[in-house]
């Protein structure tokens, strides 16, 4: 007896509430996919903000307590150039970046303001960041002059100066111990990272004019960035095992936002995939109760030819099945035709506060991922 | 001769005890192999509640009931069903096949359900279904039958298994005279080779008839016991 054969007989007999069945099922699943793929692609922007931002693994030193001021004030990892150069023959690694936060007042005439700056290596540091880190008005060549120290400023913060590249700005900080010092600097371009209220506040230049700035040849990171994000946490170990006196943190421990934002989006959607697949399943409930109902006497003569109770509610079974399994290919077809469709029409997610611009709305990968 | 069937004191009644309504009273009779015994009466004497506690598919309330010198009156419904499955063969008033089995699957579906062995239900089948004039039609499904071929499928069905007791509800309340009196004589042909006893509610005169005996239900009770 071919029963999945049978099944289909019985499902093509009830055609219209079965095809609007299937379509309920189809559209749930749909909607479920598209939103997968719109969070997973937000999951995966948030990851590539935070590592291209702080670097797959990060090393600083384990003083429990900040010297002076906030953690940002903090230079206390000395031996970094020993562990930048230890780490050039790893062939997991690309790049070793340092990095030293300080913070203090910029001017430009009669205006100012408080930043969080950052000494950087200027040649890669903008490379790392890539399409997350979008600059405009930049001298050439900039924060590498020899003439003249120079920064580059978050678009936000020049406007509060009204600054514009090749402007002199006066920066103020306090040293760790205790001394105020101040540096002339040229305005050499602006960056976006796509939120403002860090674009507001924050500041680069090259390490060599923090260094002069702070008095200190010690940075306050190193970022490590990898060729393949998934060795991160086997270089983490044996780093934190091979050098003394730093804490080796990978990027995960640092992203905060993506913690956050993928708990929210987590919620959401898994609240919504319990609503979509409630209907879903009620939806198949409904056509197997009206089936059993419709077929009553089919059922009696089934049962007085002796066939046993779980052998009919297996023919239901597979027939629900059946047309799951139908919705379910719909569904997908119709999300992958549906993300195809968004990706090719360029429909842009309007950039969030974390994001530098828009960013495609989803990529048709992620529409199956759960598949 | 041997006993096929037997009723003693049969009553049945549905609902509670102080609404009940009794629909059976007191019914005894018996069928023995081979024979062909009509239960005739008008609607609602309890003619198809009588056939149904035969063919174990209902419990009678009160009163013993014996298939094959074998007590099946208190049976659970599992051994009920296994009963069903292996010794009841059953025509009912409008064939009932089931309509997304073809004709060959309809009439092989018994076979299946007592784990027959293919080749054997294969065999089987086909020389039944030749028979009953109805090979040209193996692949069909029900509604593409005539109401005559149905009701030779719904026969096939029955005796597809060589049950030793075939209980048919007005086989022929479907068909017209040709057709009903060409369903009789093939059930009665079946009934000489393959020697199932036959119990027919009926009140159509041509089937009562053809049949050996006949008892009449009235208002549940047995008018004219053997």
């Given at each position: 007896m071919?029963?999945?054969?049978?099944?289909?007989?019985?499902?093509?007999?009830?055609?219209?509430?079965?095809?609007?069945?299937?379509?309920?099922?189809?559209?749930?699943?749909?909607?479920?996919?598209?939103?997968?793929?719109?969070?997973?692609?937000?999951?995966?922007?948030?990851?590539?903000?935070?590592?291209?931002?702080?670097?797959?693994?990060?090393?600083?030193?384990?003083?429990?307590?900040?010297?002076?001021?906030?953690?940002?004030?903090?230079?206390?990892?000395?031996?970094?150039?020993?562990?930048?150069?230890?780490?050039?023959?790893?062939?997991?690694?690309?790049?070793?970046?340092?990095?030293?936060?300080?913070?203090?007042?910029?001017?430009?005439?009669?205006?100012?303001?408080?930043?969080?700056?950052?000494?950087?290596?200027?040649?890669?540091?903008?490379?790392?960041?890539?399409?997350?880190?979008?600059?405009?008005?930049?001298?050439?060549?900039?924060?590498?002059?020899?003439?003249?120290?120079?920064?580059?400023?978050?678009?936000?913060?020049?406007?509060?100066?009204?600054?514009?590249?090749?402007?002199?700005?006066?920066?103020?900080?306090?040293?760790?111990?205790?001394?105020?010092?101040?540096?002339?600097?040229?305005?050499?371009?602006?960056?976006?990272?796509?939120?403002?209220?860090?674009?507001?506040?924050?500041?680069?230049?090259?390490?060599?004019?923090?260094?002069?700035?702070?008095?200190?040849?010690?940075?306050?990171?190193?970022?490590?960035?990898?060729?393949?994000?998934?060795?991160?946490?086997?270089?983490?170990?044996?780093?934190?095992?091979?050098?003394?006196?730093?804490?080796?943190?990978?990027?995960?421990?640092?992203?905060?936002?993506?913690?956050?934002?993928?708990?929210?989006?987590?919620?959401?959607?898994?609240?919504?995939?319990?609503?979509?697949?409630?209907?879903?399943?009620?939806?198949?409930?409904?056509?197997?109760?009206?089936?059993?109902?419709?077929?009553?006497?089919?059922?009696?003569?089934l049962s007085a030819l002796g066939t046993r109770?779980?052998q009919i509610?297996?023919?239901?079974?597979?027939?629900?099945?059946?047309?799951?399994?139908?919705?379910?290919?719909?569904?997908?077809?119709?999300?992958?035709?549906?993300?195809?469709?968004?990706?090719?029409?360029?429909?842009?997610?309007?950039?969030?506060?974390?994001?530098?611009?828009?960013?495609?709305?989803?990529?048709?990968?992620?529409?199956?991922?759960?598949? | 001769?041997?006993?096929?069937?037997?009723?003693?004191?049969?009553?049945?009644?549905?609902?509670?005890?102080?609404?009940?309504?009794?629909?059976?009273?007191?019914?005894?009779?018996?069928?023995?192999?081979?024979?062909?015994?009509?239960?005739?009466?008008?609607?609602?004497?309890?003619?198809?509640?009588?056939?149904?506690?035969?063919?174990?598919?209902?419990?009678?309330?009160?009163?013993?009931?014996?298939?094959?010198?074998?007590?099946?009156?208190?049976?659970?419904?599992?051994?009920?069903c296994a009963?069903r499955r292996r010794?009841?063969g059953?025509?009912?008033?409008?064939?009932?096949?089931?309509?997304?089995?073809?004709?060959?699957?309809?009439?092989a579906y018994p076979l299946q359900l007592n784990n027959v062995?293919?080749?054997?239900i294969?065999?089987?089948?086909?020389?039944?279904?030749?028979?009953?004039?109805?090979?040209?039609?193996?692949?069909?499904?029900?509604?593409?039958?005539?109401?005559?071929?149905?009701?030779?499928?719904?026969?096939?069905r029955?005796?597809i298994k060589?049950?030793?007791?075939?209980?048919?509800?007005?086989?022929?309340?479907?068909?017209?005279?040709?057709?009903?009196?060409?369903?009789?004589?093939?059930?009665?042909?079946?009934?000489?080779?393959?020697?199932?006893?036959?119990?027919?509610?009926?009140?159509?005169?041509?089937?009562?008839?053809?049949?050996?005996?006949?008892?009449?239900?009235?208002?549940?009770?047995?008018?004219?016991?053997?």
């Open positions: 071919n029963w999945p054969l049978i099944a289909l007989r019985n499902i093509l007999r009830d055609g219209t509430r079965v095809i609007s069945t299937l379509l309920i099922i189809a559209t749930g699943l749909t909607a479920l996919l598209v939103g997968s793929g719109f969070m997973l692609s937000t999951y995966d922007s948030l990851q590539e903000i935070t590592m291209r931002t702080e670097g797959h693994l990060i090393v600083i030193d384990d003083t429990p307590e900040p010297l002076l001021g906030g953690s940002h004030q903090q230079l206390s990892l000395s031996n970094w150039q020993t562990i930048r150069e230890s780490l050039w023959d790893d062939d997991r690694v690309l790049r070793v970046l340092p990095r030293a936060r300080f913070e203090g007042v910029v001017s430009k005439g009669n205006r100012s303001a408080v930043f969080f700056g950052s000494g950087v290596d200027p040649k890669e540091e903008f490379r790392v960041h890539g399409p997350f880190l979008r600059t405009t008005g930049v001298l050439d060549p900039w924060l590498t002059s020899s003439q003249r120290a120079e920064v580059m400023l978050g678009a936000q913060l020049a406007r509060t100066l009204d600054a514009t590249s090749g402007d002199l700005l006066t920066l103020r900080t306090v040293r760790s111990n205790g001394e105020s010092a101040e540096a002339v600097v040229r305005l050499a371009g602006l960056y976006q990272n796509g939120t403002p209220a860090i674009d507001n506040h924050t500041l680069m230049v090259a390490l060599s004019t923090s260094s002069a700035l702070m008095g200190s040849d010690n940075v306050s990171q190193l970022s490590i960035y990898l060729d393949k994000k998934e060795e991160s946490a086997a270089l983490q170990r044996s780093l934190q095992e091979t050098i003394d006196g730093v804490i080796v943190q990978s990027w995960q421990q640092r992203a905060t936002l993506y913690h956050k934002v993928k708990s929210l989006y987590d919620r959401i959607f898994g609240v919504m995939a319990i609503i979509i697949l409630t209907v879903v399943f009620l939806a198949i409930t409904n056509i197997i109760s009206l089936a059993i109902y419709q077929r009553r006497s089919e059922i009696a003569t109770p779980p509610y297996a023919n239901f079974i597979l027939e629900a099945l059946i047309i799951s399994i139908a919705a379910a290919m719909l569904g997908m077809l119709l999300a992958y035709a549906i993300s195809h469709a968004i990706n090719l029409a360029e429909i842009m997610m309007p950039a969030p506060r974390v994001r530098p611009r828009d960013t495609p709305f989803l990529s048709t990968s992620h529409g199956l991922t759960i598949w | 001769m041997t006993t096929r069937l037997s009723l003693n004191a049969i009553s049945k009644a549905y609902g509670k005890a102080d609404n009940q309504m009794v629909v059976l009273h007191d019914i005894s009779f018996s069928l023995n192999a081979g024979e062909f015994l009509a239960i005739e009466g008008p609607s609602g004497s309890g003619k198809s509640t009588l056939l149904n506690i035969c063919g174990l598919i209902d419990h009678a309330t009160h009163g013993d009931y014996y298939l094959n010198g074998a007590a099946v009156s208190q049976l659970n419904s599992s051994e009920r009963c010794e009841i059953f025509i009912f008033q409008r064939h009932q096949l089931i309509p997304a089995m073809t004709v060959y699957d309809n009439i062995k293919a080749k054997q294969k065999h089987d089948v086909a020389q039944l279904l030749t028979a009953m004039g109805l090979e040209h039609r193996c692949n069909h499904l029900p509604y593409q039958l005539s109401g005559g071929e149905r009701q030779r499928v719904g026969i096939a029955a005796l060589r049950p030793q007791l075939v209980v048919a509800d007005e086989p022929s309340a479907s068909l017209d005279h040709r057709h009903a009196q060409a369903g009789l004589q093939l059930m009665r042909e079946l009934n000489q080779t393959y020697g199932a006893s036959f119990l027919i509610a009926s009140h159509d005169p041509l089937v009562i008839n053809h049949c050996d005996r006949k008892l009449t239900l009235l208002d549940g009770y047995l008018v004219d016991p053997a």
